[in-house]
């Protein structure tokens, strides 16, 4: 009874074991337990026979709860990919639960291309090699070109030793780079369609059994439908987002247009509304005039818009794109006001094109009224400088007067005329003063430019060469001042005057300058010089002969110096002979004296010569 009541403690203890999910080990040690404590051989076959149903029940058991963890896996994977949209999120999701439901190294997935020229690498989980995760297989190459070929699933404990598969260098180059032995790959397969491969690996041998092979092809399943659910959604998502994107476009345009068009009314300048446009297109705005001058810049350095595409876009009404940018024609009916000119937004949608279309017509209006002010403005400008000139006001209604247009006539001031087309000039001269804070207008034949500023001679240079590009053509400018008060305007603008009248008469039109830069000339035609009393002073005695005689000798005496005293070139310029010519330089010796051909005398007769072509004798 004792050797049978020892059997029947081992065999409860086996069922205790059981009980508590021990190991197989321990179930494994009861029957050696039990030899040792000396039970009979026939009580020791019953406990090996009940060990082994142990030990089948221990394996059932795990198997059981390995499926039941299977398909608990399957089911959290189901839930976790119904949960995603993104697509790329569903191809990581569905990669990084493969290779934890399978214990892998590695876990990487493929999309065929399309056409099903080839299988390309996607996304990997576990993998340390760039050129793995670059390698693409062509249909029936290596172990996933196979796979993507014939929508089975393949398994190989050994790559490399496997000759089932199409080895080629560049894939095995990858298997080996990265140090894979044993692969598993099933296919990813939308009703008979194979879009992908989901592998599994390992980089020592491993047998990957049926169990495991069923477990990523339902993974696989559930992958592909939920990857053509994300897409789908997608899809859908990006359909009502053009529908969102073109409503909240067409409000935006309307929005947009409503504030231009509020800033222009207010008081906006041009840079402002450019800004604005700027802003709400997201890029940079530049403005031009008709004439291509820039009126604003933002967000960009851009240079001037070319012609070609302004003419371009007026022809078609619309803007249209040009190297990069988009430009748009200014338009007032038919007439051109000028171009805007869109940066940096090269792939402009329709709604933001038709946006920057209205930029262009509230930028219309802006310049007309831009243009209106300025006519007004330039009128009473005009109208400041006669009044000025001519003395009609007293000077603190003038003063004030100038401080209404911004001028501040008590400080120095540079006054300018300038020779050259009235019309297209006085435009251009408005432009500078009023871009310089000055005064415009016409008086008499000229243009007359009041500015603040000390520089004579700069000032006078650089508004012959900003006028003279303005109208095309060649403007002269004489200055006068500087000035100081509407007094020391007239003053200053009948210096100016002579210092014009002298550049014209010594040929030096398109410049600007001041009597200082004309030298002798300039000393002579001074506020105090009497040019008029130096002039009969030097030249009197010819000038009589001439008048009494009607001879030439002033003529002859001034082609003599121009032609460097040389009688033959002389005599050709006036067409007579050598001797007539030595003839009438002996009668002007008699008149002004045998050293008139001195250092001295030729300097002070060559200058009144001049001076002479200057008072216009």
Excluded at 212 to 229: N, P, Y
Aim: aromatic content about 4%.
């Amino acid at each position: 009874m004792t050797d049978g009541a020892d059997a029947v403690e081992h065999l409860l203890e086996l069922l205790g074991l059981l009980a508590t999910d021990a190991g197989s080990e321990r179930l494994a040690a009861v029957l050696p337990a039990a030899r040792a404590a000396g039970v009979p051989d026939g009580e020791l076959d019953r406990i090996a026979r009940a060990t082994e149903w142990a030990l089948r029940i221990r394996r059932t058991l795990t198997a059981h709860r390995r499926r039941e963890a299977e398909l608990e896996a399957l089911f959290d994977t189901a839930n976790d990919l119904a949960g995603v949209r993104d697509p790329d999120a569903v191809l990581r999701s569905i990669v990084r639960r493969a290779r934890l439901l399978l214990g892998a190294d590695i876990a990487y997935l493929s999309m065929n291309e399309p056409g099903e020229r080839g299988t390309y690498m996607r996304v990997t989980d576990g993998s340390i090699s760039a050129l793995f995760q670059q390698v693409r297989l062509g249909m029936g190459e290596g172990l996933g070109g196979l796979v993507a070929q014939s929508a089975q699933p393949y398994v190989t404990a050994d790559y490399f030793a496997d000759d089932r598969f199409n080895h080629t260098g560049p894939i095995d180059s990858a298997v080996r780079d990265e140090g894979l032995v044993a692969i598993l790959g099933v296919p990813l397969k939308l009703d008979r369609r194979v879009i992908g491969v989901l592998y599994a690996a390992n980089r020592s041998p491993r047998q990957f059994p049926p169990d495991e092979v069923a477990l990523l092809s339902s993974l696989a399943d559930h992958a592909a439908i939920a990857l053509d659910t994300a897409h789908l959604l997608e899809e859908t998502r990006t359909a009502g987002e053009t529908i969102r994107a073109h409503n909240e476009a067409m409000r935006r345009a309307e929005d947009a247009h409503d504030r231009l068009t509020d800033l222009v009314l207010r008081g906006a300048d041009v840079p402002e509304v450019a800004a604005a446009v700027a802003k709400v297109l997201d890029g940079g705005i530049v403005v031009h005039d008709n004439d291509g001058a820039e009126l604003a810049c933002i967000g960009t350095s851009r240079a001037l818009t070319p012609r070609a595409a302004v003419n371009a876009s007026r022809a078609s009404g619309r803007a249209i794109p040009q190297d990069g940018t988009w430009v748009c024609a200014v338009l007032a009916g038919r007439e051109l006001l000028g171009s805007i000119t869109l940066t940096d937004r090269p792939d402009l949608g329709d709604a933001d094109r038709r946006l920057f279309e209205r930029a262009g017509v509230v930028t219309a209006l802006l310049l007309l009224l831009r243009r209106t002010v300025a006519e007004a403005e330039n009128k009473v400008r005009g109208e400041l400088i006669t009044d000025l000139l001519t003395s009609a006001v007293d000077s603190v209604a003038l003063r004030a007067r100038a401080r209404r247009v911004g001028v501040e006539l008590a400080a120095d001031h540079v006054v300018l005329v300038a020779d050259g087309p009235r019309d297209r000039l006085l435009a251009a001269a408005a432009h500078h003063a009023s871009a310089s804070r000055g005064l415009a207008g016409v008086h008499g034949e000229h243009v007359v430019l009041v500015l603040p500023g000390a520089d004579l001679s700069c000032a006078a240079k650089d508004a012959a060469r900003m006028l003279g590009k303005a109208v095309g053509l060649p403007v002269t400018v004489g200055s006068g001042g500087p000035a100081h008060g509407p007094e020391g305007v007239a003053t200053a603008h009948a210096e100016a005057v002579r210092c014009l009248k002298a550049l014209l008469q010594l040929d030096r039109q398109g410049t600007g300058g001041t009597l200082a830069d004309l030298g002798f000339v300039g000393v002579l035609l001074g506020d105090r010089a009497d040019v008029a009393g130096y002039v009969r002073s030097t030249l009197g005695p010819l000038l009589d002969y001439d008048a009494g005689r009607g001879t030439e000798l002033v003529r002859t005496i001034t082609a003599y110096f121009a032609c460097g005293a040389n009688l033959s070139r002389a005599k050709d310029e006036l067409h007579v002979h050598v001797n007539t010519v030595v003839q009438r330089l002996d009668r002007v010796a008699s008149l002004l004296g045998e050293d008139w051909q001195s250092p001295e005398r030729v300097l002070e007769v060559q200058l009144a010569l001049k001076l002479m072509r200057v008072l216009g004798h």
